[in-house]
């Protein structure tokens, strides 16, 4: 079975590089129709998406529409993205005299976000969403589906999945971009976890 991992498209905060985790921002108007038109021509030359998760956010649940508008959603909170605490809604020039930023920063990106989520809990529960997702297309025999979430989400999914289990950081994806991976359905329902095949989409 095949999925396409897609990170929804851009968000005013995307473009001004803010750290955007629980703020349900909705799409940026500007330039959207052209990247929408370019995602389906990729999607286009693969095999027919059957289904389609997503995080139950409004950037994600709108990218969904837009790519797949004749497909039935099926939503997980877990593929939300992080809650990034004290950082959240604000970018770099706003936070880089902050002594919690300075530390995080030099953690590289491993300590807890204050008063947000902590990076092992934050993959941990994207991985969990994304098994429930691959369970209920597995359920529904699709050789290929679709899941609409997060850069944070799908860098947790493949992080852990990935052959040889390469960084986070190593897996982050643009705006409406992501990667389509391989997984071997039997060896799945006998909880033989991992892809077989990983590309960029």
Known sequence: MKVILIRHFETPGNRERRYIGRTDEALEEAGLITRVDEVRSRLEIRDPVEAVAASPMKRCIQTAALLF?????????????CDFGLFEGRNYEELKE??????????????????????????????????????????????????????????????????????????????????????????????????TEIEAL
Not at 70 to 81: Q, T, V
Not at 124 to 144: H, I, N, Q, T, Y
Not at 180 to 195: C, P, R, S
Request: glycine share 16%; with cysteine; aromatic share 12%.
């Open 98 to 195: 902050l002594t919690a930023y300075r530390n995080w920063l030099r953690s590289r990106g491993t300590l807890p976000f204050p008063g947000g989520e902590g990076h092992a809990a934050f993959r941990s529960r994207c991985v969990r969403g994304f098994d429930k997702a691959a369970e209920a297309f597995l359920r529904g025999k699709c050789g290929c589906a679709a899941i609409v979430a997060h850069g944070g989400t799908v860098m947790s999914v493949l992080s852990c999945y990935a052959p040889g289990r390469s960084g986070f950081y190593d897996w982050q994806p643009g705006n409406g971009g992501g990667y389509v991976v391989t997984l071997d359905a039997e060896e799945w329902k006998k909880g033989k976890k991992g892809f």
């Open 69 to 81: 508008p004749d497909k039935k959603l099926l939503s997980f909170d877990e593929l939300k993205e």
